[in-house]
């Protein structure tokens, strides 16, 4: 007897449904082929991923700069792997259309292979669309173990502000044919493992136009020109919340500024008694409230005989 297996409609629908116009990795790829710029920012909460893909970003990373522009550490070194979990599921609640990238922590990866996959997949298990770690030839072995378990990486070269300590600060990079050298290393190493893009920071626009001419898979900049395939700004930057944003940013609009007007309005206003006005709170229907009000009445009048 042969026994036929029939899907249900609804299924076959919804397990294909559920990608429709969501931004894989491969798009990415197919993007840079097709000479059309990729368009990154971070973000970190639920609004900040809607607004921004409200607006047609291709990329959310939730990167760990939110150890500065949330938590407000000093560097990115002290976020652990359960903060970028709390905001990947903020961000992922969202429900966005575009790629979202979790960026791996400070030792979330570099200790071991085993433990660059377990937390690499972690992230995917709870629906990032792929991970990001910062490094190059040292990390090599780590970036290609996690590949090999399905999980999408994106590499991150240049600047490692993970590595800020052994950089000796936030340093331009690329400006010695020695580091020009070893970036263009780093880039082939990990298009070799298979990363399927790779951000460029704070690096000279010469030595990241080579890399995107060399690499086939598409480079995503931040602080190193316009000859990448495509850019990535931080969300508090980019809408100037942060005042001090890094000296390669554009800020679009004074956010701190706008916001901080704002409260300074609302301060004002309360104190001045013209907030809430009628149309901010609810009213008794006004028989409700005459019934309510003389019972009230003989009510206090018996509590003060007691
Ligand atoms: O964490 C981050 O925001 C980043 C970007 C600077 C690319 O890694």
Same mark, same amino acid.
């Given at each position: ?10 299924? @076959? ?10 931004? &894989? ?10 000479? @059309?710029? @990729?368009?990154?920012?971070?973000a970190?909460t639920y609004y900040q991923a809607l607004i921004a893909d409200a607006a047609?970003?291709?990329?959310i %990373? ?15 070194? !002290?976020?652990? %792997?359960? #903060? ?6 903020a961000v992922?609640n969202a429900r966005p259309k575009a ?7 400070? +030792? ?14 972690? +992230? ?6 792929? *991970? ?14 996690? @590949? ?10 240049? &600047? ?46 010469? *030595? ?6 060399? *690499? ?14 495509? #850019?990535? %700004?931080?969300?508090?930057?980019? +809408? ?44 008794? !229907? ?21």
């Amino acid at each position: 007897m042969t026994v036929k297996l029939i899907y249900p409609i609804t299924l @076959i629908t919804s397990r294909f449904g559920i990608l429709k116009g969501k931004i &894989l990795p491969h798009h990415f790829i197919k993007m840079k082929r097709e000479g @059309i710029k @990729i368009v990154m920012i971070t973000a970190y909460t639920y609004y900040q991923a809607l607004i921004a893909d409200a607006a047609g970003v291709d990329g959310i %990373l939730v990167g760990d700069s939110l150890g500065m522009v949330i938590m407000g550490y000093q560097s990115t070194l !002290p976020v652990t %792997l359960p #903060q970028i979990v709390h905001h990947l599921k903020a961000v992922l609640n969202a429900r966005p259309k575009a790629l979202v990238v979790a960026d791996m922590p400070f +030792l979330s990866y570099e200790v071991s292979r085993d433990e660059a996959v377990r937390n690499a997949g972690k +992230l995917i298990k709870l629906g990032a669309d792929a *991970v990001k770690v910062e490094g190059g030839t040292e990390i090599i072995d780590k970036v290609e173990a996690m @590949i090999k378990a399905g999980i999408p990486v994106m590499g991150h070269i240049g &600047l490692n502000p993970q590595r800020y300590l052994q950089l000796g600060g936030y340093k331009l990079r690329g400006k010695t044919v020695d580091d020009a050298l070893k970036i263009i290393e780093d880039a082939k190493a990990l298009e070799e493992v298979g990363v399927f893009s790779i951000v460029i920071e704070f690096t000279v626009a010469e *030595v990241a136009k080579k890399v995107t001419e060399i *690499v086939k898979i598409p480079t995503i900049c931040i602080g190193s020109g316009p000859y990448c395939d495509g #850019q990535v %700004l931080v969300f508090h930057d980019l +809408l100037g919340i942060n005042p001090n944003p890094p000296p390669f940013a554009k800020v679009y609009v004074n956010g701190f500024e706008l916001f901080k007007e704002a409260i300074k309005k609302y301060v004002s206003e309360v104190r001045q008694n013209v907030f809430p006005e009628e149309k901010h709170y609810y009213r008794m !229907p006004k028989e409700e409230y005459n019934k309510f009000n003389a019972l009230l009445k003989e009510k206090l009048k018996r509590f003060k005989h007691s």
